[in-house]
Protein backbone atom coordinates (compact mmCIF):
# COMPACT_ATOMS: atom_id res chain seq x y z
CA UNK A 1 0.00 0.00 0.00
CA UNK A 2 1.77 3.24 -0.73
CA UNK A 3 0.63 6.62 0.09
CA UNK A 4 -1.57 8.90 -1.82
CA UNK A 5 0.50 11.64 -4.02
CA UNK A 6 -0.82 14.89 -2.45
CA UNK A 7 -0.15 13.02 1.29
CA UNK A 8 3.76 12.08 -0.14
CA UNK A 9 3.97 15.54 -1.58
CA UNK A 10 2.97 17.52 1.26
CA UNK A 11 5.84 15.30 3.05
CA UNK A 12 7.98 16.21 1.06
CA UNK A 13 7.35 19.68 0.95
CA UNK A 14 7.82 19.53 4.70
CA UNK A 15 10.81 18.14 4.27
CA UNK A 16 12.07 20.30 1.54
CA UNK A 17 11.47 23.23 4.11
CA UNK A 18 13.98 22.52 6.38
CA UNK A 19 16.27 21.60 4.03
CA UNK A 20 19.41 23.89 4.78
CA UNK A 21 19.29 22.62 8.07
CA UNK A 22 19.51 19.04 7.25
CA UNK A 23 22.20 19.79 4.70
CA UNK A 24 24.57 21.24 7.02
CA UNK A 25 23.33 18.69 9.59
CA UNK A 26 24.58 15.73 7.51
CA UNK A 27 27.52 17.86 6.03
CA UNK A 28 29.01 18.19 9.63
CA UNK A 29 28.21 15.11 10.76
CA UNK A 30 30.34 13.51 7.52
CA UNK A 31 32.77 16.07 8.68
CA UNK A 32 33.46 15.45 11.74
CA UNK A 33 33.32 11.24 11.33
CA UNK A 34 35.48 11.52 8.18
CA UNK A 35 38.20 13.83 10.10
CA UNK A 36 37.79 11.38 12.99
CA UNK A 37 38.70 8.42 10.84
CA UNK A 38 41.28 9.55 9.74
CA UNK A 39 42.81 10.53 13.20
CA UNK A 40 42.13 7.68 14.40
CA UNK A 41 43.66 5.85 11.34
CA UNK A 42 47.20 7.69 11.64
CA UNK A 43 47.82 9.17 15.01
CA UNK A 44 47.58 5.89 17.92
CA UNK A 45 45.42 6.96 20.72
CA UNK A 46 47.15 8.81 23.49
CA UNK A 47 50.47 9.59 21.94
CA UNK A 48 51.99 12.73 20.82
CA UNK A 49 50.82 13.73 17.71
CA UNK A 50 51.51 15.28 14.97
CA UNK A 51 52.71 19.28 14.86
CA UNK A 52 51.01 21.55 11.92
CA UNK A 53 52.17 25.11 13.47
CA UNK A 54 55.27 24.54 16.18
CA UNK A 55 54.65 25.77 19.49
CA UNK A 56 50.31 26.56 18.24
CA UNK A 57 49.00 23.57 16.26
CA UNK A 58 49.31 19.82 16.73
CA UNK A 59 46.84 17.35 16.12
CA UNK A 60 46.33 14.69 18.59
CA UNK A 61 44.17 11.42 19.61
CA UNK A 62 42.87 11.49 22.84
CA UNK A 63 39.29 11.03 24.22
CA UNK A 64 36.53 12.71 26.17
CA UNK A 65 34.40 10.97 27.94
CA UNK A 66 33.13 14.37 29.00
CA UNK A 67 31.56 17.29 27.64
CA UNK A 68 33.26 20.77 26.62
CA UNK A 69 36.22 21.28 28.57
CA UNK A 70 35.76 17.81 29.77
CA UNK A 71 33.14 18.70 32.41
CA UNK A 72 31.31 15.69 33.61
CA UNK A 73 34.06 13.28 32.69
CA UNK A 74 32.94 9.55 32.91
CA UNK A 75 29.55 10.18 32.12
CA UNK A 76 29.65 9.36 28.26
CA UNK A 77 26.13 7.32 28.74
CA UNK A 78 24.40 10.11 30.58
CA UNK A 79 25.75 12.86 28.05
CA UNK A 80 25.18 9.97 24.97
CA UNK A 81 20.84 10.45 26.89
CA UNK A 82 21.27 13.82 26.89
CA UNK A 83 22.02 14.11 23.38
CA UNK A 84 19.10 12.09 22.01
CA UNK A 85 16.94 14.36 24.05
CA UNK A 86 18.02 17.26 22.82
CA UNK A 87 17.69 15.97 19.16
CA UNK A 88 13.96 15.09 20.31
CA UNK A 89 13.55 18.00 21.87
CA UNK A 90 14.52 19.83 19.01
CA UNK A 91 12.46 17.80 16.54
CA UNK A 92 9.61 18.24 18.81
CA UNK A 93 9.83 22.24 19.07
CA UNK A 94 10.82 22.87 15.82
CA UNK A 95 8.13 25.30 15.21
CA UNK A 96 8.43 27.61 18.32
CA UNK A 97 12.44 27.43 17.67
CA UNK A 98 11.69 29.43 13.73
CA UNK A 99 13.06 26.46 12.23
CA UNK A 100 12.01 27.70 8.86
CA UNK A 101 14.04 30.72 8.88
CA UNK A 102 17.25 30.36 6.77
CA UNK A 103 19.77 32.01 9.62
CA UNK A 104 17.90 29.37 12.19
CA UNK A 105 18.35 26.42 10.20
CA UNK A 106 22.15 27.21 10.08
CA UNK A 107 22.52 27.24 14.01
CA UNK A 108 20.72 24.42 14.16
CA UNK A 109 21.94 22.58 11.47
CA UNK A 110 25.57 23.13 12.78
CA UNK A 111 24.08 22.37 16.46
CA UNK A 112 22.06 18.85 15.12
CA UNK A 113 25.23 17.72 13.20
CA UNK A 114 27.71 18.04 16.31
CA UNK A 115 25.15 16.86 18.60
CA UNK A 116 24.61 13.71 16.09
CA UNK A 117 28.79 13.42 15.27
CA UNK A 118 29.70 13.57 19.22
CA UNK A 119 26.58 11.18 19.94
CA UNK A 120 28.25 8.58 17.54
CA UNK A 121 31.29 8.52 19.19
CA UNK A 122 30.23 7.65 22.34
CA UNK A 123 27.84 5.32 21.21
CA UNK A 124 30.54 3.41 19.07
CA UNK A 125 33.65 4.03 21.45
CA UNK A 126 32.03 5.04 24.97
CA UNK A 127 34.04 8.23 24.30
CA UNK A 128 33.95 11.29 21.86
CA UNK A 129 37.59 11.78 19.72
CA UNK A 130 39.02 15.32 20.31
CA UNK A 131 42.04 15.81 18.07
CA UNK A 132 42.40 19.88 17.56
CA UNK A 133 44.84 21.05 20.01
CA UNK A 134 45.83 24.36 20.22
CA UNK A 135 48.54 26.34 22.55
CA UNK A 136 49.11 30.36 23.55
CA UNK A 137 52.10 30.89 24.95
CA UNK A 138 52.28 27.93 28.10
CA UNK A 139 48.21 28.28 27.75
CA UNK A 140 46.84 25.12 26.02
CA UNK A 141 43.38 25.20 24.75
CA UNK A 142 40.93 22.29 25.51
CA UNK A 143 41.37 19.88 22.23
CA UNK A 144 38.18 19.32 20.59
CA UNK A 145 36.91 18.51 16.95
CA UNK A 146 34.96 19.39 14.42
CA UNK A 147 31.55 18.69 16.31
CA UNK A 148 32.33 20.85 19.10
CA UNK A 149 32.94 23.71 16.46
CA UNK A 150 30.08 23.35 14.82
CA UNK A 151 27.68 23.13 18.68
CA UNK A 152 29.70 26.48 19.62
CA UNK A 153 29.51 28.19 16.16
CA UNK A 154 25.53 27.07 15.73
CA UNK A 155 24.28 28.26 19.60
CA UNK A 156 26.61 31.51 18.92
CA UNK A 157 24.89 32.19 15.72
CA UNK A 158 21.30 31.33 17.47
CA UNK A 159 22.12 33.75 20.24
CA UNK A 160 23.21 36.55 18.06
CA UNK A 161 19.73 36.43 15.82
CA UNK A 162 17.93 35.91 19.09
CA UNK A 163 18.88 38.99 20.57
CA UNK A 164 18.55 40.93 17.48
CA UNK A 165 15.00 40.08 16.67
CA UNK A 166 12.23 42.33 18.01
CA UNK A 167 10.33 41.84 21.51
CA UNK A 168 7.14 39.92 20.83
Sequence with gaps: MTAPP???AT????????????????????ADQLSKAWIAARIPYGTGGLTVIPGFFDLIHVGNTGAAWSMFTGRSGLLAVLALLTL???FWWRRALGLRAP???????????GIAGNLLD????????????????????PT???????ICVGV?????HSLRQPAA
Design 144 to 150: FNLADSG
Design 88 to 90: AAI
Design 122 to 141: RLLRGHVIDFLDFHFGRYSY
Design 6 to 8: ALF
Design 11 to 30: RWQRVQSYRLLLLLALGLFA
Design 156 to 160: FIYLV
Design 103 to 113: VVQVSFGLLCG
